[in-house]
């Protein structure tokens, strides 16, 4: 459908900066018709005091009155020929996007315990015996029974929980449960926390 005087923003040219809105673009525009330089100038000073009152709350950031003058020549496409206060050559990176971050995919043989317990059972692994390694024993031997309550596990009774601590490091851990006792953990808390999570 085509109505004359109808137009939608999906039909208009893109926005540089969107975050200005299509107003600030016209007058960045219309500046940058103007025959005079000393009317380009005063036109440009005019919108930059316009784009400084849109958003306050960014006038305690470091060079703000710069990126302010950066994001006029991006609007410009660098055709507006005025008088900069700051060097706006750099301003293209500004319109630069970032490269992707690599997301971790490490292949983890369970879920259920995470990537950072695993990371725990290979330290676990190279650690000499010692009152150290045994207090990391037992924060990661009560993480590991949390988990399996919290992931509605059907068994997370003391049995699998040493089982698995002496599977995934490699037998160095053998949990004793002649002296070694687990903390008391509350399950309705642990399944409470992971119907919050859902």
Same mark, same amino acid.
């Given at each position: ?11 208009? %040219? &893109? #926005?540089? @900066? ?15 018709? @103007? ?36 994001? @006029? ?50 330290? #676990?692994?190279?650690? %000499?015996?010692? %009152?150290?390694?045994?207090? @990391? ?10 988990? #399996? ?39 309705? %808390? ?6 919050? &999570? &859902?």
């Amino acid at each position: 459908m085509n109505i004359d005087g109808l137009d939608y923003n999906t039909q208009r %040219e &893109k #926005l540089l @900066l969107p975050e200005y809105g299509r107003e600030i673009q016209k007058m960045v525009d219309y500046a940058v018709s @103007l025959p005079e330089k000393e009317d380009r100038q005063r036109c440009a000073e005019t919108i930059i005091a316009i784009m400084n009152r849109m958003f306050p709350q960014n006038r305690v950031n470091d060079n703000y009155e710069q990126k302010l003058w950066d994001h @006029l020549a991006l609007m410009s496409n660098f055709k507006l020929d005025i008088d900069y206060p700051y060097d706006v050559s750099q301003a293209l990176k500004i319109a630069s996007k970032p490269s992707p971050m690599a997301y971790p995919v490490d292949d983890i043989p369970v879920r259920h315990y995470g990537r950072l317990m695993f990371e725990v059972f290979n330290k #676990l692994k190279e650690m %000499e015996p010692g %009152e150290e390694r045994e207090a @990391l024993v037992r924060m990661t031997a009560n993480q590991m029974k949390r988990s #399996l309550m919290q992931w509605g596990h059907s068994s997370s009774a003391d049995e699998k929980v040493a089982a698995d601590l002496a599977r995934y490091t490699g037998g160095k851990i053998q949990l004793d449960f002649d002296t070694f006792k687990f903390d008391k953990i509350n399950e309705r %808390e642990a399944t409470d926390n992971r119907r919050k &999570k &859902k």
